[in-house]
């Protein structure tokens, strides 16, 4: 017994009665090709694309990808979702990579905080 690889080629995937369709490339260019709940320590609660996450201190995280992009260059965007909630995320470019997503978490006067964490990430897979 043998499986073989195939293709499916559509420009348009339409719903059983036809009312609602879209076009693949806006399936393909226009989703988070990441998402994740986290909590303060880094343990991923609920996820698409996350392998694992990484703690490195106050307010600062990582998070390795199943999957990973075909470069640096993609946009996350997290917010603080727990306690702290309002507190700014940002990238920390230092550690993101096509295959590691990484976000600093500071609360309003400036110093690092921990907090849970709801993030997506857009961009060209490899």
């Known amino acids: 017994f043998s499986i073989m690889a195939s293709i499916l080629r559509v420009d348009t995937l ?7 369709s879209i076009a693949t490339s806006v ?7 990441v998402w994740g709940v ?3 320590s880094a343990s991923v609660t609920a996820s698409a694309n996350i392998a694992s996450g990484t703690d490195h201190g106050t307010g600062d995280y990582s998070y390795s990808l199943t999957a990973a ?3 640096a260059n993609h946009a996350t965007t997290a917010v603080s ?3 702290g909630a309002g507190r ?15 976000i600093e978490i500071e609360g309003h006067a400036g110093s690092s905080s921990d907090d849970n964490q709801e993030l997506s990430t857009h961009g060209d897979l490899a």
């Open 38 to 40: 986290v909590t303060s």
């Open 81 to 83: 979702s727990g306690a």
């Open 27 to 33: 399936v393909f260019d226009g989703t988070a090709k």
């Open 88 to 102: 700014i995320c940002t990238s920390n470019t230092a550690r993101t990579s096509a295959s590691v997503i990484a």
């Open 69 to 71: 992009f075909g470069s």
């Open 14 to 20: 339409t719903d059983a009665s036809s009312n609602h």
